[in-house]
């Protein structure tokens, strides 16, 4: 008996002990020239100045850029009339190299420029000069072209546009005629992704070096069309003076933990999950079902004996535990929590929240969970700060966001929204929408621009805060946990098709996203 035991402790001390030492290192944090990287357009201004500092001739940086859209032009339609139209800037720059090569490959190309050559910067004015032709009066090129390229305004956007230009920018949108945008559509703010006043509606955009924030934020990705990046000789190495803070969402930020070959189901990490009362499980269920096939090694059920026992008629691998939280949650196995989905907004679920902070498990805490501290929210910023909130993923939507963290300025981006809010609670926070952005509370942001509209879906979020709570459970950080469990989420409704797409076929799309994220 006594040897049985001392063998039982062992096994214990192993799975517990591999749970809590198992190293899972972020890699995100060292890719500072990772193509992942989003510059507001201060930060591309200021890479563009240090490059021409190294001795890399403005001349050059723009012909490069005339090149690569040219080059899009050329890859992407067939030869048509082309009609430029170039802003007062260095937008209007690139515009006439684009211009002078599609000529010189043979294109029919009208141009009209908008500004005043004297005022141009001095390697724009020696691009003009390299054009030489007439300028086109912009009624006919607005008439006889096929094919518009935007040049009147990008990284140097800077104020609201007004008057003329508006006009021109609604012509523009009103021919229905096919818009390349130059680096950005003229009128979306690139660091925010809003409409500065009035907007181009383009089919592509092409931008150089590193995309910005306002190609994936809404609404500016709907005006971008497809966005292609190309290179211009901007240096990666001026990128650690620039220290940008902000990602674009994808499997090279982080990484699932491999499945060991002498890996067994603890080591994958057991993840509890708070089922709602007997009529409204199933939100848990969707979230428990998709920690599952997210990778947990085990997941359970927990809550009231009478809500478990209707659980116990829908699930199979999934275990059901009728034990109250602190006695669970003396069993350090249990890493990783769900609470939230279907939980309903009580004082007993606030205070399951903060045991479990208490505690120090990875946690998700989404919807119920999140609107039960609606009165009190620094009690819960507050435990997390003095517990620790690396392995916390908040997940609100617009609402509840605003009703944890306060209704924030309307001209303040989603960025610094969420940025704010992970600084305020010491957590991640996961503010979903179309345009879902992650915050983490050292001031990273990661923009997730894959979910289409159809995630919008009753359930949609349960299984969100399944994977994530997944991926805790097998070791991920909170922010690697939440930018995966976002990516892998919106893959799994692209994988599904169009339309019919209910929360449950998310969750049987899980082993085939994960299989391609795998590296
Ligand atoms: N680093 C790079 O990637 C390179 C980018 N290039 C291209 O240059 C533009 C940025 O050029 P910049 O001269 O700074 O700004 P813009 O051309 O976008 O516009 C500035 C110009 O427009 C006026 N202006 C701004 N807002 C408004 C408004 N709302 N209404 C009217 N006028 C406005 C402002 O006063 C200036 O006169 C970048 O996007 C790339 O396309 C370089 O070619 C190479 C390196
Ligand atoms: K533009």
Redesign the pocket.
């Known amino acids: 008996m006594k040897v049985r035991r001392e063998v039982l402790s062992r096994l214990h001390r192993l799975f517990y002990d591999g749970n809590r030492h198992r190293e899972y290192a972020s890699i995100w944090a060292m890719k500072t020239e990772s193509l992942n990287l989003l510059l507001s357009?201060d930060e591309?201004?200021e890479?563009?100045r240090l490059t021409i500092q190294k001795g890399v001739p403005?001349f050059e940086?723009?012909q490069n850029?005339g090149q690569v859209v040219a080059d899009y032009v050329r890859v992407n339609f067939s030869p048509c009339t082309v009609g430029v139209v170039c802003?007062?800037?260095?937008?209007?720059?690139?515009g006439f190299v684009v211009a002078r090569l599609l000529r010189d490959a043979g294109w029919f190309v009208k141009l009209t420029f908008m500004?005043a050559r004297d005022?141009l910067?001095e390697?724009?004015r020696q691009h003009l000069d390299l054009w030489g032709a007439e300028d086109s009066p912009i009624n006919d090129l607005l008439d006889e072209c096929d094919l518009l390229i935007d040049?009147l305004?990008?990284?140097?956007?800077?104020?609201?546009?007004?008057g003329t230009?508006a006009e021109l920018i609604k012509r523009m949108n009103r021919t229905r005629k096919p818009i390349v945008a130059?680096?950005?559509p003229s009128?979306i703010d690139g660091a925010t992704g809003a409409v500065?006043?009035a907007a181009i509606r383009a089919v592509a955009s092409v931008?150089?070096?590193r995309l910005k924030p306002g190609h994936f934020l809404l609404p500016g990705k709907s005006y971008c069309g497809d966005v292609h990046l190309g290179q211009?000789g901007?240096l990666d190495a001026v990128l650690p003076r620039i220290g940008g803070k902000v990602w674009h969402n994808g499997p090279d930020l982080w990484q699932i933990p491999p499945y060991e070959a002498q890996g067994h189901k603890y080591s994958r990490g057991h993840c509890l999950v708070l089922s709602g009362d007997a009529l409204s499980g199933g939100a848990a269920r969707l979230s428990a079902m998709a920690a599952l096939r997210s990778g947990a090694g085990l997941v359970s059920l927990f809550g009231d004996k009478a809500a478990l026992e209707v659980q116990a008629h829908h699930v199979t691998e999934i275990m059901l535990k009728p034990a109250p939280l602190e006695k669970l949650l003396q069993d350090e196995r249990f890493n990783s929590l769900v609470l939230g989905p279907g939980a309903g907004v009580t004082n007993a679920l606030r205070d399951k929240v903060l045991s479990t902070i208490a505690a120090q498990r990875g946690c998700v805490l989404d919807a119920d969970a999140l609107m039960a501290f609606e009165s009190d929210p620094k009690s819960l910023f507050d435990h997390i700060h003095r517990y620790g909130g690396d392995n916390i993923v908040l997940t609100p939507h617009g609402g509840e966001f605003a009703r944890l963290f306060g209704k924030m300025d309307e001209a303040e981006s989603k960025i610094e929204m969420v940025r704010i809010a992970a600084e305020a609670s010491g957590a991640q926070v996961l503010l979903k929408g179309a345009d879902t952005v992650i915050g983490a509370p050292d001031g990273r942001v990661v923009i997730n621009s894959n979910a289409p509209a159809i995630l919008a879906t009753a359930g949609s979020g349960d299984v969100l805060a399944g994977i994530i709570g997944g991926m805790l459970a097998r070791g991920m950080s909170g922010i690697d946990a939440a930018c995966g469990g976002a990516f892998i989420h919106g893959a799994c409704a692209q994988g599904f098709g169009k339309e019919g797409m209910i929360a449950s076929d998310l969750v049987a799309k899980l082993p085939e996203v994960l299989m391609a994220v795998d590296k």
């Open positions: 357009p591309m201004a890479a563009d403005e940086l723009m850029a802003g007062p800037g260095n937008n209007g720059g690139d500004g005022r910067g390697a724009a040049g305004f990008g990284a140097g956007l800077d104020r609201d546009v007004v230009f130059i680096d950005m009128g500065r006043g931008s150089f070096f211009i901007i």
